[in-house]
């Protein structure tokens, strides 16, 4: 019923702002205490939670990441998006947005690769 997509550029350069955006489509009946999340998976390691957006527009941060990370939604086009700032080589990875209730993540994205390389 909920389907997620990722968008945004595949490739960032080095020292450039990540911007990706989730859209949201689906569910027909009214929903109460979700979150929108990032997860991201670099190359060869597991997956890493970056942060989410909570219904009530509380946002919430790694703390690896929370100086550099931030976290928006725009309700009335259905998506939410990511930032990351200064981004590395060690930012490549596969980023996913997830949808859940009550602290769950049930719906995840496909996923899309950005590559940090100049």
């Known amino acids: 019923q909920v389907q997620l997509q990722e968008s945004g550029p595949g490739l960032v350069k080095p020292s450039q702002t990540l911007s990706l955006t989730c859209s949201v489509s689906g569910g027909s009946g009214t929903t109460s205490y979700y979150a929108l999340s990032w997860i991201r998976q670099p190359p060869g390691k597991g997956l890493e939670w970056m942060g989410a957006?909570?219904?009530?527009?509380?946002?919430y941060y790694s703390p690896s990441l929370k100086s550099r990370t931030n976290i928006s939604r725009d309700t009335s086009k259905n998506q939410f998006s990511l930032q990351l700032s200064s981004v590395a080589p060690g930012d490549t990875a596969v980023y996913y947005c997830?949808?859940?209730?009550?602290?769950?993540?049930?719906?995840w994205g496909q996923g899309t690769q950005v590559t940090v390389s100049s």
């Open positions: 957006i909570a219904y009530d527009g509380s946002t």
């Open positions: 997830t949808y859940g209730q009550y602290g769950l993540m049930a719906y």
